[in-house]
C-alpha cells in the first residue's frame, strides 16, 4: 500500500481495562489471526505475562483493513502496561503517530493512564478516546468521557463505546483508526533513520530487533549502523509481523519491521537506539535515547553452593534477552558466592527471580532490596553504593544522599486521609493536592525511593481498597540522615540482613525486625540471641529459646509412608534456608524488612 494508506497506532490503558482483549478482537476483526489459532491473548505471549495479567514486552502486528474500497496497512505497536517499563513505552509511543486510549467505562481514569497519555501528548499522537466494557451494567461511558475531558481537555463527544469482549464498536475502531491519525510523513529519499522499540533474543537468529522506519529505506542485505552502540551488521533478514513473521526486501519510510542481523544480546540492540546506514550515516539520532540505569539491586544466592555456575550461566543467558538486567559477583561470610542484580524496579526483579527459579531450576536466597546511595567520602571521593554492607564506617563520610521520586496518587475522595498518612510514613514531602473530578484527588509527593521500593503499592491498594492507582517518576538525589542497621544472629554478623535507614526509623525499624526474625527463624536445639545494632550499639534484641526439634515425635508409631512424607516435608522446607553459622535462615527472614507493619 502507498505511504498516505498506513496507519502506527498503539494502545494506552490501565492495567486490567481491556488492552489485550481489544488487541485480539482487532487482529481476529481484521482477519490477521484465525479465531482457531488465536490464543488467549496474542499479544502476550509470555507464560508470567498471563499468569500476572501484565504486559511485559513489547511487540507489534500488522492488520489489513478495507474501508471504501481502499485497503489500509495498520500496525499496532503494544506496550507494555508497568511503571518499571515506562521508558519502553515512551519508545513505542515515539513511533506511532496516533493511540487508542481505553478506559474501562465502569471505572474511570487511572495514574497509569494519565501518565501515558501525557507522553502520548508529548508525541504528539492523534489519540482516539475508546470507552470499553459498556456490555456491564455499571458501565458509565458518559461520566468516564467527562472526566477524561475535564482532566486531560481532551475531546470526547466522539469517544467509541466499546465492548472488546463481546465484539461491541471494533469496525468503529479500525475505521477511525483511518480516518484520525495521519499517515507518517513521506521522507524516504533521506539517509535511514529507524527506530528501535522492541528486541528480544531468538536463540537461531541471534537478536530480532523491531523497529520503525521514520528516515529512508531499508534493504535485505544491508550494512547498517547502530547510534548509540556503534556497532555495524549485515541486515540478513527483513521482514513485516502478520500473524507471522513475514520476509520482504525493501521497508520504508513510515512502515514496522524487524530484522535480524546475527547480533548477539539485546544489549547491542537497545530500545530507543536509531539504525542508519553504514556507508550513509545520518546526521542526528533520533531523539529520546536513554541507557538503562538499574535503580534497585539485590542480592542473588544459590541455596546450595554447587548452584554457582548454573546460576552464572541463567543470568548470562536472561541478559541476552533483557538489556536492563545487570549482575556481578558477591560474595560475603554469611551466603558465600552469589551475584549482585540491577533491577529497573521491583516488578522487573520479580519476573528475572521467578523465571531463574522456574525456567532455570534453581533454589535461590534473594536478599532485600536496596537502592543506589551516593556517599560523599572525608577524602573527597563520592561512592554509589547499592549493598548496604559495603556502606563506608561513619568516620569515613561525610553525608550520603539517597534517590527520590514524585508519585502521584489518583484516589477517590474517602481514601485522601489514608493516602496521605501512608505517605507521611514513608517520609513523604507532601506537594500538591487537585480534586481532578468531583470525587477524586490527585495526591502528589517526593519521596525517597527506598520508602517506595517493598509494600508501598501493597499499602496503596489496601487503603483505598483497591481504588487508589499512581505513578512515579525519578526526580534525582537528596541529602538525608541515614545510618547502616545491623543484624547479629547468634553473637555474627549477617550481612545480607543489613538495611540502610533513616536515623529517626532507626529504633522503631530495629525493633521491629528482630521481633519479625524472631517469628520467622525456626527454632534451634540451643538458644539463639537476635540484635539489631548500628555500630557497636546494640538497639534492640530478641532470643530464640531451643527447642528439641524432632518432627518424627509428631507421629506415634510406625506408619512408614506418613514418616517419609514428613522427612521429605521438612527437606523441601530446608530448600529455601541458609546455615549462617549454626542456624538455619529461610527465605523471609531476608525479605521481612519489607514487611514490618
Ligand atoms: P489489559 O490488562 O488491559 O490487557 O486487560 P485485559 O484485556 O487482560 O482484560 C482484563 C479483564 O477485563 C479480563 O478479564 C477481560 O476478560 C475483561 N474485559 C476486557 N474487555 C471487556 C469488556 O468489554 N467487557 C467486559 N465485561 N469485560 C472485559
Ligand atoms: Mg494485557
Known amino acids: 500500500v502507498p505511504i498516505s494508506n498506513i496507519r502506527n497506532f498503539c494502545i494506552i490503558a490501565h492495567i486490567d481495562h481491556g488492552k489485550s482483549t481489544l488487541a485480539d478482537k482487532l487482529l481476529q476483526m481484521t482477519g490477521t489471526v484465525q479465531k482457531r489459532e488465536m490464543k488467549e491473548q496474542f499479544l502476550d505471549n509470555m507464560d508470567l505475562e498471563r499468569e500476572r495479567g501484565i504486559t511485559i514486552k513489547l511487540q507489534a502486528a500488522r492488520m489489513r483493513f478495507v474501508l471504501e474500497k481502499e485497503p489500509y496497512c495498520l500496525n499496532l505497536i503494544d506496550t507494555p502496561g508497568h511503571v518499571d517499563f515506562s521508558y519502553e ?56 468521557s467527562k472526566e477524561i475531558e475535564e482532566i486531560v481537555g481532551l475531546d470526547c463527544s466522539n469517544a467509541i463505546h466499546c465492548s472488546a469482549k463481546e465484539g461491541v464498536g471494533i469496525t468503529e475502531i479500525l475505521s477511525a483508526i483511518v480516518k484520525k491519525i495521519p499517515p507518517p510523513q513521506y521522507t524516504a529519499e533521506m539517509p535511514l533513520r529507524a527506530l528501535i522499540f522492541d528486541s528480544y533474543y531468538d536463540p537461531y537468529r541471534g537478536v530480532i530487533v523491531y523497529f520503525r522506519v521514520v528516515d529512508g529505506t531499508i534493504k535485505k542485505g544491508d550494512r547498517i549502523y547502530f547510534m548509540a552502540s556503534g556497532k555495524d551488521y549485515f541486515a ?20 514496522v519491521g524487524y530484522l535480524a542481523a546475527s547480533i548477539r544480546s539485546v544489549a547491542d540492540a537497545r530500545v530507543g537506539d536509531t539504525i542508519t546506514h553504514f556507508g550513509r550515516k545520518a546526521n542526528e539520532s ?18 546450595d553452593a554447587d548452584q554457582f555456575p548454573d546460576l552464572r550461566d541463567a543470568l548470562e543467558k536472561l541478559q541476552l534477552n533483557d538489556a536492563a538486567l545487570k549482575f556481578e559477583p558477591e560474595s560475603s561470610s554469611a551466603m558465600g558466592f552469589g551475584f549482585r542484580c540491577g533491577f529497573l524496579g521491583l516488578l522487573h526483579m520479580e519476573i528475572v527471580q521467578e523465571r531463574l527459579e522456574r525456567e532455570y531450576n534453581l533454589s535461590l536466597i534473594t536478599t532485600a532490596p536496596s537502592v543506589v546511595y551516593r556517599v560523599n567520602c572525608v577524602n573527597g571521593d563520592t561512592l554509589e553504593c547499592s549493598n ?23 484516589t477517590p475522595k474517602e481514601y485522601i486521609g489514608p493516602l496521605m498518612e501512608l505517605g507521611q510514613d514513608r ?19 517526593l519521596l525517597p525511593l527506598a520508602e517506595m521500593v517493598g509494600d508501598f503499592f501493597d499499602q496503596l491498594k489496601s487503603r483505598s481498597k483497591g481504588y487508589a492507582s499512581m505513578e512515579y517518576s525519578l526526580v534525582g538525589y537528596r541529602e538525608s540522615e541515614l545510618v547502616r542497621l545491623d543484624i547479629q544472629i547468634n553473637g ?43 555500630g557497636a550499639k546494640v538497639i534492640a534484641s530478641e532470643s530464640l529459646s531451643a527447642i528439641r526439634k524432632d518432627v518424627l515425635s509428631k507421629c506415634y508409631g510406625g506408619d512408614i509412608s506418613r514418616k517419609k512424607k514428613l522427612l521429605k516435608k521438612q527437606a523441601e522446607g530446608k530448600k529455601r534456608m541458609k546455615a549462617i553459622g549454626k542456624v538455619d535462615v529461610p527465605q523471609e527472614a531476608f525479605m521481612a524488612v519489607l514487611r514490618l507493619e
Open 492 to 534: 555474627e554478623l549477617v550481612e545480607p540482613l543489613a538495611t540502610i535507614v533513616h536515623k529517626d526509623k532507626a529504633y522503631s525499624i530495629g525493633r521491629a525486625l528482630t521481633k519479625k526474625l524472631k517469628e520467622l527463624i525456626p527454632r534451634q536445639m540451643f538458644k539463639v540471641p537476635i540484635q539489631a545494632c548500628i
Open 286 to 303: 533520533l531523539p529520546g535515547y536513554e541507557e538503562a540505569t538499574p535503580m534497585v539491586f539485590c542480592g542473588l544466592f544459590p541455596v
Open 388 to 410: 548496604p554492607s559495603l556502606l563506608p564506617e561513619p568516620g569515613k563520610r561525610r553525608f550520603i544522599e539517597e534517590p527520590y521520586v514524585k508519585i502521584e496518587m489518583l
Open 427 to 445: 517520609r513523604g514531602e507532601f506537594k500538591e493536592m487537585n480534586y481532578i473530578t468531583e470525587n477524586r484527588a490527585s495526591l502528589i509527593y
Open 89 to 144: 513505552v515512551s519508545r513505542s509511543l515515539a513511533a506511532c503517530e496516533g493511540a487508542l486510549l481505553v478506559v474501562d467505562a465502569s471505572q474511570g481514569v487511572e495514574a497509569q493512564t494519565l501518565a501515558n497519555v501525557y507522553l502520548a501528548l508529548e508525541n504528539n499522537l492523534e489519540i482516539i478516546p475508546v470507552m470499553n466494557k459498556i456490555d456491564l451494567p455499571g458501565a458509565e461511558p458518559d461520566r468516564v
Open 236 to 255: 540478513d533478514e527483513i521482514g513485516v509481523m502478520s500473524s507471522n513473521q513475514m520476509q520482504v526486501d525493501e521497508l520504508y519510510a513510515g512502515e
